[in-house]
């Protein structure tokens, strides 16, 4: 009898292939045709409205003058992008730190459940520009404040995102660990945390961008750099290009930290990514 070299196929089952790289650039453009075509006409509906004279130009400044401002002052809006970027990566992190710590606390113990709980929930429906000027006060007119918004904003969404995940495991496969003779720790590193992962990448393609928003309402608060720093001497100078200008870029910032969120979910779970690849493509 000869031996196979391979294994076969059940019966009636088909395996599929890897995509390849020319496969996978494929699918990213049937992805984000859509939203790219809707910018385009948004783009084109701003400049229509800008170049008719339907809106006075220093209410709506037109993209002419908004890209030729980013232009202009490059360096301006490039140091003060790097500020901004700053405060917002302290915030994420420090809220991803403390986030996952707070959810494995709430998980593996009710009591701490029910007392953090209601006091996250508390905390998050109160307006961060409403307290941000407290931050201030206490910590002054330094990085502190805007990284302390930037942690606040990002932190709600990470903590109920990594509580979902890590309840979302099946009571069955806790049962085989402990039979097994898997310790909490084990369980938890093995089990839990894996299949918290797609719950939690969720959470910090929201938080991220919260972060952002953070960040910048900390600067509208007491700053004398950062892009809300910006924004807010534009708006007393009556500068609307520049203010502009200065959405555009906060805007662009947000859209490439969520990308980079998601390039780095791609990554650490292939298996989950291509999943939802493959439901895009074929639900098209």
């Known amino acids: 009898m000869a031996v196979q070299s391979a294994r076969e196929a059940p019966v009636g089952v088909a395996e599929r292939a890897r995509p390849g790289t020319a496969e996978q650039a494929l699918r990213v453009l049937r992805s984000a045709w859509r939203p790219a075509a809707l910018l385009a006409l948004l783009f084109v509906a701003w400049w229509v409205v800008t170049a008719t004279g339907l809106v ?53 113990s009710p009591t701490i459940e029910r007392t953090l709980y209601p006091l996250l929930l508390f905390a998050q429906v109160i307006p961060k520009i409403a307290v941000a000027p407290l931050f201030v006060v206490w910590l002054g007119f330094g990085i502190e404040p805007k ?16 509580v979902t995940g890590l309840k979302s495991i099946d009571p069955e496969m806790l049962q085989l660990s402990a039979t097994m003779g898997a310790g909490p720790l084990k369980t938890f590193y093995k089990i839990r945390l894996p299949a918290s992962l797609p719950h939690l990448f969720s959470g910090l393609k929201i938080g991220v961008t919260l972060a952002v928003t953070g960040a910048v309402v900390g600067e509208f608060v007491g ?5 809300g720093y910006v924004i ?26 969520f990308a980079l969120v998601e390039l780095l979910e791609y990554f650490v779970l292939p298996w989950h990514a291509s999943r939802r690849a493959d439901a895009a493509t074929t639900s098209m």
Request: proline fraction near 3%.
């Open 147 to 162: 990284i302390l918004v930037a942690l606040l904003m990002a932190f709600f969404p990470v903590v109920i995102s990594m």
């Open 232 to 257: 807010q001497q534009a708006n007393g100078n009556f500068d609307t290009p520049v203010l502009f200008a200065g959405l555009v870029v906060i805007s662009l910032l947000g859209i490439v930290l």
């Open 56 to 108: 006075q130009s220093y209410l709506v400044a037109s993209p002419a003058d908004t890209f030729a401002v980013i232009a202009d002052k490059f360096d301006y809006f490039w140091q003060n992008t790097l500020v901004t970027l700053w405060e917002t990566l302290a915030g994420f992190v420090l809220a991803i730190v403390v986030g996952v710590l707070a959810a494995v606390l709430m998980v593996y």
């Open 223 to 227: 700053a004398n750099e950062g892009l």
